[in-house]
C-alpha cells in the first residue's frame, strides 16, 4: 500500500501498522484507575516495545487520574 502511495507522488514522514480495536470497553472509577496504572507500567518496561489495548475511558476521568 505505500509503494503504491509513493508511486502515486506522495511522501510520508511517518509510516507504521497500527493495532485499531474494532470493538472498546468503558472503564470508570477503579477500573480506569486500575488501566491506567497498568499500562503506564507496561509503558515503562524496557522489554515492551507497543502497547494496545481496547479501553475507553472518558477524558474528564483521563484528567482526574492524570493529576
Known amino acids: 500500500m505505500k509503494k503504491a502511495i509513493e508511486e502515486a507522488g506522495f511522501k510520508f514522514n511517518y509510516a507504521e501498522v497500527t493495532m485499531v480495536p474494532q470493538n472498546t470497553i468503558r472503564l470508570t472509577g477503579k477500573d ?14 524496557e ?3 507497543k502497547v494496545y489495548a481496547n479501553f475507553d475511558i472518558a477524558d474528564e476521568e483521563m484528567e482526574r487520574l492524570s493529576a
Open 32 to 45: 480506569a484507575e486500575q488501566m491506567v496504572k497498568l499500562m503506564e507500567g507496561l509503558e515503562d518496561s
Open 47 to 49: 522489554d515492551v516495545q
